[in-house]
């Protein structure tokens, strides 16, 4: 099972620019898919970006342009990240990292995801 462990979340002011980082452990495989995933109050998790091991991305609509995925790669080890620009009030949400050992499956539907970080804040005021 892979372990992640999300960071850099905070409170921002609308406009302003996070990167939230992702550290990942444990990989037996070098075939994976990662993303990034947020849950507002309330709501259903949201799929905002992915990378998979070949570096193919994928973005949701909401948030091109404003949203960077990338990684960097280490024996076992990866770390992901997520550079937000622009950021809005409607971006307030908790942000997770989750990971899937195959990269075949949509990019950004929560199911495919079998590991999954605690989560980081991000609050953002207008």
């Known amino acids: 099972q892979v372990q992640l462990v999300e960071s850099g979340g905070g409170s921002v002011e609308s406009g302003g620019s996070l990167r939230l980082v992702c550290a990942a452990s444990?990989?037996?495989?070098?075939?994976?898919?990662v993303a990034w995933f947020r849950q507002a109050p309330g709501k259903e998790h949201e799929g905002v970006a992915a990378?998979?091991?070949?570096?193919?991305?994928?973005?949701a609509d909401s948030v091109k342009g404003r949203f960077t995925i990338s990684q960097d790669n280490a024996k076992n080890t990866l770390t992901l990240y997520l550079h937000i620009d622009s950021l809005k009030p409607e971006d307030t949400a908790m942000y997770y990292c989750?990971?899937?050992?195959?990269?075949?499956?949509?990019?950004?539907?929560?199911?495919?995801?079998?590991?999954w970080g605690q989560g980081t804040q991000v609050t953002v005021s207008s």
């Open positions: 990378i998979d091991s070949n570096g193919n991305t994928k973005y």
């Open positions: 989750a990971n899937r050992q195959r990269i075949t499956g949509p990019y950004l539907t929560p199911g495919y995801y079998s590991d």
């Open positions: 444990g990989y037996t495989s070098s075939t994976y898919r």
